[in-house]
């Protein structure tokens, strides 16, 4: 049956602010100047203190600060966050992993010792590409040298779990160039990388010039070549592709990651986050100032709802098989009570007549085939319950 009463044991707690608007981002992101940041933080610290009186918290074992751009805020109010992050969630199992995204043109090794001094122990960096023409063309605020700055202040303050995130099928961007970043983020020699595929977003610049013909995006075929060129060149390089867009050593693939995709709870705090506790989605309210108001006088919440039965169970497969290790059919049973082959058998079925699933010992997963067309693989699962 369902883990109904187990403890949430991960967070994720969103901070909205970023230098300037990358021009292919649709995050819950807003220009940094002008904004009430410290009310921002206090609205945080209030919304920590209801959630976890109302669902008490297990021992943390992953905490993920995103954004926007987590690292935009001063030495000072870094400060304040993380401690009011260590007040709410005071219990920590040994290894937590508490990772904090950050963009190369905002750190300093004064920052990032306070972010060590408050618990953090991993960095993920936006770098998205290693020429600085691809890195004006996107609208980032930060060049190639500020990579290796950062990432050396980084080492200085004693991080050594770092992770970037690179980007592919950007405009003007060719095989070479994509193969030049990936040389050079593999050279870096991290732990741990994504590598992100541009999706043209509603509501970005990128968007409206895609509308006016004004984006050289690679064609489909080019776009495909990046994809397996880079696959290639992680796997040569000793590093396990463990999701669509992940690729780590072992030991290394992001803890908070597998949460989503293993459909375990997280606590999601903070203006536009989604969260999942007991069975329970939520989304919370997205304006900084309608999240402040509203977190002053209980949980910001934009939506809630209970997730079926039959939803959960369409999400394990939907959310699981993005892990390319696959998903379980013991685990299925073992949640569910029913085997996941007399549930699914219609999409499995077609999916592993296509070429798209293999079978494993123990479920599915992608076939190579498959890794490159996930997305339609995914949606043969969406509905597929109730159409059975
Ligand atoms: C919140 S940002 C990372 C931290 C920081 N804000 C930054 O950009 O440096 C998350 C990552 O998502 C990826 N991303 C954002 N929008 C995307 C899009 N439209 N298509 C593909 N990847 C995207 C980028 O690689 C980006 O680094
Ligand atoms: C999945 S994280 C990127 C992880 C990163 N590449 C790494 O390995 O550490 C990318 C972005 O997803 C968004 N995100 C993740 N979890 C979220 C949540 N619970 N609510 C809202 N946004 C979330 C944030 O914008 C975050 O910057
Ligand atoms: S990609 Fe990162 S820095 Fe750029 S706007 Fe989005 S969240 Fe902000």
Redesign the pocket.
């Known amino acids: 049956m369902m883990a109904i009463d187990k403890r949430t044991e991960a967070v ?1 707690i ?1 901070i909205p602010f970023c230098t300037n608007k990358c021009f292919y981002c649709d ?2 992101s807003y220009v940094l100047k002008d904004q009430p940041v410290m009310d921002y933080l206090h609205a945080l610290d209030k919304e920590m203190e209801l959630t976890v009186k109302a669902n008490p918290p297990g021992i943390i074992k992953s905490i ?1 600060v ?3 751009t987590p690292t935009v805020l001063k030495p000072n109010e870094m400060a304040y966050f993380l401690q009011s992050v260590r007040r709410h969630f005071p219990e920590w199992t040994e290894d937590i992993e508490f ?1 904090m ?1 950050a963009n190369p043109g905002t750190t300093d090794l004064e920052k990032l010792s306070v972010m060590r001094e408050g618990g953090v122990n ?1 960095i ?1 960096f936006g770098v998205q590409a290693f020429q600085n023409s691809l890195l004006t063309g996107i609208g980032r605020i930060h060049d190639t040298d500020d990579v290796y700055r950062s990432l050396d202040n980084a080492r200085q303050a004693g991080f050594d779990n770092m ?1 970037i ?1 690179l980007m592919f099928g950007l405009p003007n961007q060719t095989l070479e160039m994509l193969a030049e970043s990936v040389d050079k983020a593999l050279a870096l020699g991290l732990p ?1 990388y ?1 590598i992100y595929s541009l999706k043209v977003e509603e509501n970005t610049l990128f968007h409206t010039m895609y509308q006016r013909n004004q984006l050289p995006l690679p064609d489909e075929e080019d776009e495909l070549n990046m994809y397996l060129l880079l696959m290639e060149r992680m796997k040569a390089a000793g590093y396990k592709q463990y999701e669509i867009s ?1 690729f780590a050593k072992p030991g290394f693939e ?1 803890r ?2 597998m949460t ?1 995709w293993r459909n375990e709870d ?1 606590y ?1 705090l903070g203006a ?4 999942y506790v007991g069975r329970q989605r939520h989304v919370n309210i997205k304006g900084v100032n309608p999240y402040n108001e509203a977190a002053n006088k209980g949980l910001p919440r934009l939506e809630s709802f209970e997730v079926s039965r039959e939803e959960a169970m369409e999400d394990f497969l939907m959310v699981g098989l993005r892990v390319l290790d696959g998903v379980s059919r013991t685990r299925f049973q073992q949640q569910f009570g029913v085997p996941m082959e007399q549930e699914f058998a219609r999409p499995l079925d077609k999916m592993v007549g296509a070429g798209l699933l293999d079978s494993t010992e123990d479920g599915y997963k992608l076939s190579s085939k498959g890794i490159l067309f996930g997305n339609d693989v995914f949606a043969e699962f969406i509905g597929s319950l109730s159409t059975n």
Do not use: I, K, P, T
């Open positions: 994720y969103h995050f819950n993920f995103g954004g926007g990772s995204e991993r993920s992770s995130d741990h994504s992940n992001s908070h990651n989503y997280y999601g536009g986050a989604h969260g």
